[in-house]
């Protein structure tokens, strides 16, 4: 798989009038490729959402360099390209809807590319059809829930035709049904059309859905892996990074500490479950045998 | 209770009325403005009590919700009334009682002063109630956009007004958030003098203040995110075309402010 995003060393740092600033990101280097699931786990001021910020040139890298596609975050004629490549959803769903009309927020960042009329009708509908919300097309964002307005944000940016979409815990705001609306959503998207999704959230559960996982502890990268793996042989660093594991990886680690065996590395329920099936049968056949 | 609250007072429709390119509503509510304060004689105030009534009834809006809109300024129209019958100087007197002069051009003058205001506010309302805010800012950026040649920024003041419009919901919804918090706290908005509610109201002021600031910050990153650079060489989804009825409206405005016209030249 060919890399979408490019960080090179990157360091960002706050400018502060009073103050000497402090590096929210340092010396960070991480490759997005294209058609993965990338999740930036870490807990509050580790750093992630400003790194999420520099990998569509919200914010510019202070030492090192973002290259997305083939444009450098920094360079000014392309920057409209950059953000076109990378789509971004924001945390709170209120406010990042512009217009006062479902349709028309979507419409917002075609009418901002110049894009004809026609084309962007075409667009906003099969936009809204690809998160399920049509039938909200003249409907007024107040009058939606969170996880509709996060759909709603997710299809203002599929109508730009992104390759990658870049969530900045999209979730955090929403209640549990909204959450695993938005989730399902994006699984979606990924699964069926290739879209590359660059996800920072502290919810472990949802790193677990992806490809890797990056983990940021005051602002560097300290781990990188595939999320099952990471979570097995890092439980410790994972805790000291200040996450959780998932609630069945930690029930497994506590079993383990208590000198049960458990089987393979559970990390769901359903997982769990077969681990004490497998458990189970073991200890009759020794009892049997 | 903050919930379903309207913008303005568009009353959703699908009418004749609504239907109109909202530019077209737009210019003939400037033309009827001027008739209103054209009209000379019984024959002119016929001919616009006509025009206002045939699109009253052509737009669907139930005649209760226009009067609605004239209760605010009912005491002014009173008012007007009053002050021009008394001091109204004229050859016909009807009553003369001490300092009281009433005249029949005083009269006349009174009714068509009152007239020329509830025909004033009546049909703006009728844009308003037929319009929806968002139509009109679009409208408006479209029509002023030869000012750009002028330096004026009408991209950006529409986009204002469209951001405005959008947020106020949200701020009130904020707001009510705010007050139940800090009447949780002990906070009293409803009791004491003027000046102590004025002071009440500071503790719910200040954190929506923080907010909205706050809020305009994401919003305009989520903005640049989405590829916002300025008015330029951007497009629109809906084109807004002026169709046969919009032709029609015209015709009938002409029509009318040419009877106005004739009547006050001849």
Redesign the interface.
């Known amino acids: 798989m060919s890399d979408i995003i490019r960080v090179q060393d990157v360091s960002y740092e706050y400018e502060r009038a009073d103050e000497q600033g402090e590096l929210a990101v340092r010396g960070v280097s991480m490759r997005v490729k294209k058609g993965e699931w990338l999740s930036i786990l870490g807990r509050n001021g580790s750093g992630k959402s400003t790194l999420i ?1 520099l990998l ?1 040139g ?1 914010f510019l890298p202070t030492h090192g360099s973002v290259t997305v596609g083939n444009f450098d975050t920094r360079d000014e004629n392309h920057i ?1 390209d950059v ?2 490549t990378v ?2 959803i ?1 945390q ?1 769903p ?8 479902v ?2 927020d979507v ?11 026609k084309e ?2 075409q667009r ?1 509908d099969a936009a809204l059809a690809a998160v399920r919300m049509s039938e909200y097309a003249a409907a ?4 939606l829930s969170g996880g509709q307005k996060q759909r709603v944000a997710i299809a ?2 599929l109508a ?1 035709e992104p390759d990658v979409l870049l969530m900045d815990e999209p979730t955090a705001m929403l209640d549990p049904g909204g959450r695993r609306e938005v989730m399902e959503t994006v699984e979606r998207l990924h699964r069926e059309r290739g879209l590359t999704v660059v996800l920072v959230t502290h919810f472990m559960e949802e790193a677990l859905r992806g490809d890797r996982v990056i983990v940021m502890q005051d602002g560097r990268a300290i781990l990188e892996g595939p999320p099952r793996e990471l979570f097995a042989k890092e439980a410790e660093a994972i805790c000291r990074a200040g996450l959780e594991l998932p609630p069945m990886a930690e029930l497994a680690r506590r079993l383990r500490a208590k000198g049960l065996s458990v089987p393979g590395e559970p990390m769901t329920v359903e997982e769990m479950a077969a681990a004490f099936g497998a458990l189970r049968r073991e200890r009759r056949g020794k009892h049997a045998g | 209770m903050l ?1 379903d609250i309207t ?1 303005g007072q568009f009353y959703p429709g699908d009418s004749l009325v609504h239907r109109l390119d909202p530019r077209v509503k737009l210019v003939l509510m400037v033309v009827y403005i001027a008739m209103v304060f054209l009209v000379e004689g019984f024959l002119g105030y016929l001919f616009l009590a006509a025009f206002l009534a045939v699109s009253a009834f052509l737009s669907r809006i139930r005649i209760k919700f226009l009067l609605r809109s004239i209760r605010p300024v009912l005491f002014i129209v009173v008012f007007t009334f009053v002050l021009n019958i008394l001091f109204t100087r004229g050859d016909h007197p009807i009553l003369e009682w001490g300092v009281l002069h009433i005249t029949w051009e005083g009269v006349r003058f009174a009714v068509f002063m009152s007239l020329r205001l509830v025909f004033l506010l009546a049909g703006t309302s009728l844009l308003t109630l037929t319009t929806s ?2 139509a009109l800012t679009d409208a408006l950026e479209r029509l002023l956009k030869p000012l750009n040649a002028l330096h004026f920024p009408v991209h950006e003041m529409a986009m204002m007004m ?2 405005a ?2 947020f106020i ?2 701020l009130l ?1 904020e707001t009510d958030k705010i007050m139940k918090a800090q009447t949780a706290r002990g906070a009293d908005f409803d009791t004491g003098n003027l000046l102590q509610r004025a002071k009440a109201m500071v503790p719910l002021l200040v954190p929506l203040f923080v907010g909205a600031f706050r ?1 305009a910050d ?2 305009a ?9 300025g008015g330029r ?7 807004l075309r002026v169709s046969r009825a919009d032709g029609w409206a015209c015709g009938a405005t002409a029509a009318t402010l040419l009877l106005i016209l004739l009547e006050r030249l001849l």
């Not at chain 2, 060489?233 to 084109?239: D, G, I, L, N, Y």
Request: proline share 6%; glycine share 6%.
């Open positions: 910020k569509n919200l409209w953000r076109q789509g971004m924001f709170n209120d406010n990042q809807i512009v217009a006062t009309i349709e028309e419409a917002f960042g075609l009418e901002n590319l110049g894009v004809s009329p962007i009708r906003v007024a964002p107040h009058m203002g940016a730009m | 919930k913008l805010p968002i469209t951001i419009l959008r919901p949200t919804e809020r994401e919003l990153m989520a903005m640049e995110a989405r590829c916002y650079h060489h951007r497009t629109r989804m809906k084109v």
